[in-house]
């Protein structure tokens, strides 16, 4: 994936207070921030949880470098995070999916998608083994097969 970060604020129709002075690329989406690996070019998204909300590892992610997030209109800036970049929507899960098909529209090729209650996994390892002498194939890297899952893997 690589949108820039304006182009992402158009896309999830995303409300900032402070527009950055330049317009980083974007690679990588992150909801776990324990999985943080290139902050320069990552944007997380604060999702709501059972338990934990995104919006409680914001401080975490900023110390490690993290300075783009995706949070709900209702957080509430903080002045010690200077420098960080929130882009404000209604629906954190939503503004993921939407950056998601933005990225599937950019290619026309066929998509297979397998569902059931089990062993959508080894039918996907299955399928790849089948049809990769055949076709270039891409599939998702684990078993993304949530609503965070699969734009993610897209």
């Given at each position: ?88 929507v209604t629906d954190c899960l939503q503004a993921l999916q939407q950056i998601a098909a933005a ?52």
């Open positions: 994936m690589s949108f820039t970060l304006k182009d992402i604020a158009q896309i999830i129709g995303a409300s900032w207070e402070e527009p950055p002075i330049d317009n980083p690329v974007i690679e990588y989406l992150l909801t776990d921030s324990r999985r943080l690996l290139f902050p320069s070019a990552t944007l997380f998204f604060a999702l709501p949880g059972t338990t934990k909300q995104g919006i409680d590892f914001i401080e975490a992610l900023y110390q490690k470098g993290q300075q783009y997030f995706v949070v709900p209109v209702t957080y509430h800036l903080k002045e010690k995070l200077k420098g960080a970049i929130f882009l404000k990225q599937r529209n950019k290619f026309s090729y066929p998509v297979i998608g397998i569902t059931g209650s089990n062993g959508k996994t080894i039918v996907k390892e299955w399928l790849y083994h089948l049809l990769s002498n055949d076709y270039n194939i891409t599939r998702s890297p684990r078993s993304f097969n949530s609503q965070t899952g699969v734009p993610l893997s897209v």
